[in-house]
């Protein structure tokens, strides 16, 4: 791991590679403090210099040329999951990549019951897909 993007994108020392996590979407930079949180809380799973495995679904790349992976670090830690569980990332799933749908719903579900991270502010009155449409400020 080389560098975190944002909430839910990071860098890959090996061929310099961008990671698109599968199964969230956090609130973009231009959200101020809400996307510096969720990038701050992705840096703190994911520091850099730190190894991680990367595991793929059926579709293996975006249309930006990123790599679509799901994240553990080698203490086993699902990052997509706590991104979800710690309230930094609202869950977006989009078939045919659904193999862990079950266990992002339920930290999703978690987080947004406990009002974790993000979740006790007004972050995502505005979800990030909304946010990138322009339908919300």
Request: glycine share 8%; aromatic share 8%; net charge positive.
């Amino acid at each position: 791991m080389t560098r975190v993007i944002d909430g839910d994108t990071i860098e890959c020392r090996q061929r310099g590679i961008r990671v698109r996590l599968l199964g969230i979407d956090a609130p973009e930079l231009s959200q101020g403090r809400f996307g510096a949180g969720a990038r701050q809380a992705l840096a703190g799973l994911t520091p850099v210099r730190a190894k991680v495995d990367l595991e793929l679904d059926v579709e293996t790349t975006d249309r930006y040329g990123r790599v679509l992976a799901y994240v553990w670090t080698r203490d086993s830690t699902f990052v997509n999951a706590e991104m979800l569980r710690s309230g930094y990332a609202v869950l977006y799933t989009k078939s045919p990549n659904v193999k862990h749908i079950e266990t992002l719903t339920a930290a999703a579900q978690e987080a947004r019951r406990a009002r974790a991270g993000l979740w006790a502010t007004s972050a995502f009155d505005c979800p990030p897909a909304a946010y990138r449409r322009h339908r919300c400020n």
